[in-house]
Structure formats: C-alpha cells, structure tokens
C-alpha cells in the first residue's frame, strides 16, 4: 500500500523559508503516469495547491506563489520537497504532499503537517 | 484561473436521506476532469470520484458523480452517519482548483 509522509519544522519565522519533505513508501517514485504534488489547508479554510512535479523534475506551480516555490525531487531517496520563501502569517497551514495520478487527480494523500508563521 | 462554486455551502439532512451536491465552473473543464473530494475532521482529503463519474477504489456504489462542461454533480444515495462531512471538488484540467467546500451536517 502506498504511504506518504510530510516531515519538517511545525514553526516558521516571518520572512523565512518554509522546507518540507515527503517521503514515498510501499510504492514506486518514478512511474511514468505519476506526478507528485503539495496542497496545503489554512486552518478552518479550503484547499489551496502549490505545486507538482514530475519523477524527471519537471515542475508545475500555483500561478499565485511561483515566485516563491520551489518543488524538487530525490528519486534515490523516494522524496520530493517543498520550499517556500518570505513566509507571512498567511502561510500558516496544514501542508499535504499527495500523489497525482494521469487522468485520477490526488488519489494517496499523506496525513498532513501544521506549519506555522510566527515570530 | 478556473474558479468552482459549491452549493449549497452547508446542507441539512438525515441518515437515510440523498445528498445532492452541486459544483459549478467559471469555464468549461477539459476533459470533463472534475474530482470529489471528502474530508473528515483532522484528516486528509479522501479521493471519491475522478473523471466527474469514475468511482476511486474502494468507494461505496452510493456516491455517485455526474456532469459535464461547467456543472457537476456529487450525489450520495443514502446517507450513513460517516458521510457527515465537508465534500469538495476539484478541477484538473486546467492546472488545479479546488472549490471552497460544502458542509454536510
């Protein structure tokens, strides 16, 4: 069974960098119908996506926060990351790493983790 | 950017009951690429339907989705006391969008 797991620091400073890792097990990274995305929840809101990216490294971002994303991927480590830059309190939620299948949508989710913007 | 609309925003009604949920497209969606999401409290988002009308693996035969261009449609035939939850759809036709989330209580 597929299992993803989002791992990093739950506390961010204003106007730093938000880095967040998500490693992929009981299945395959680099499957040619796959891309890996993040999708993150502010508390009590809707879902927002940030990024996906392909086992080849091509990347696709949210129009809104290109500037300040950066998705990446670690085949020999089975991980792709997130790093957000000059973090602001609205980037306070709960961040998801998701696998996304051709045609499926997101159909593996991990658990989530809460990443907050304070001081 | 494709914005989804959610309707209602919450719905009332009663185990036993059918639940239909509405999704609406500020432009038609390629491909009829529209998703459902539920999620419960606390937890993560639980892929339902795919392709507007393909259930996912190991969704119950009572969620059923329907649509096309830019009105869908998430109907769950009898409600069980599990369904009580927020429900989403999603677009991926166009990048990705998700809707702001209807409320079933």
């Known amino acids: 069974q597929l299992q993803l797991q989002e791992s990093g620091p739950g506390l961010v400073k204003p106007s730093e960098t938000l880095s967040l890792t998500c490693t992929v097990s009981?299945?395959?990274?680099?499957?040619?119908?796959?891309?890996w995305g993040w999708i993150r929840q502010p508390p009590g809101k809707g879902l927002e996506w940030i990024g996906s990216i392909y086992y080849s490294g091509t990347t696709y971002y949210n129009a809104s926060l290109k500037s300040r994303v950066t998705i990446a991927v670690d085949m020999s480590k089975k991980q792709f990351s997130l790093k957000l830059n000059s973090v602001t309190a609205a980037d306070t939620a709960v961040y998801y790493c998701?696998?996304?299948?051709?045609?499926?949508?997101?159909?593996?989710w991990g658990q989530g983790t809460l990443v907050t913007v304070s001081s | 950017e494709i914005v989804l609309t959610q309707s209602p925003g919450t719905l009332s009604l009663s185990p036993g009951e059918r639940a239909t949920l509405s999704c609406r497209a500020s432009q038609s969606i390629n491909r009829n690429y529209v998703a459902w999401f539920q999620q419960s409290p606390g937890q993560a988002p639980r892929l339902l339907i795919y392709g507007a009308s393909s259930r996912a693996t190991g969704i119950p035969d009572r969620f059923s989705g329907s649509g096309s261009g830019t009105d869908f449609t998430l109907t769950i035939g009898r409600l069980e006391p599990e369904d009580f939850t927020v429900y989403y759809c999603?677009?991926?036709?166009?990048?990705?969008?998700f809707g702001q989330g209807t409320k079933l209580e």
């Open positions: 999603q677009q991926y036709g166009n990048s990705y969008t």
């Open positions: 009981g299945g395959s990274i680099s499957g040619t119908s796959y891309y």
């Open positions: 998701a696998r996304d299948q051709s045609g499926y949508s997101f159909d593996y």
